[in-house]
């Protein structure tokens, strides 16, 4: 079984900077994509950005160089650095383990960033 366990989200002010990390455990062979989604209230849910093994394959528009995706792949662990932050980024923030074609993927709990205007 795989877990996921993130941390380091919170309240920010407008402007302001946070980084999530996603650390993963179990057996993840063979789960080379880590990446980041939210969810707003109301709202479906988003990917906001993917890494393949060490390197950033996509972005979402609304984030492009103000979010980067990073992985320490001896660790399994992802991070998103967040700056600029808006209120608009407010929502549940989730990590994603999975295999290229997503045939086996795992979900973390979710950590809240809420950023105040």
């Known amino acids: 079984q795989v877990h996921l366990a993130e941390s380091g989200g919170g309240l920010v002010q407008a402007g302001g900077s946070l980084t999530l990390a996603c650390a993963a455990t179990g057996i993840t062979r063979g789960l080379d994509i880590m990446g980041w989604y939210r969810q707003a209230p109301g709202k479906s849910r988003e990917l906001v950005a993917e890494v393949q093994g060490n390197r950033p394959t996509a972005y979402a528009n609304s984030v492009r160089s103000r979010f980067t995706i990073s992985r320490d792949v001896a660790k399994n662990t992802a991070y998103l650095q967040m700056n600029s932050l808006r209120p608009e980024d407010t929502a549940l923030y989730y990590c994603?383990?999975?295999?290229?074609?997503?045939?086996?993927?795992?979900w973390g709990q979710g950590i809240q960033v809420t950023v105040s205007s």
């Open positions: 994603n383990l999975r295999t290229s074609i997503a045939a086996v993927q795992y």
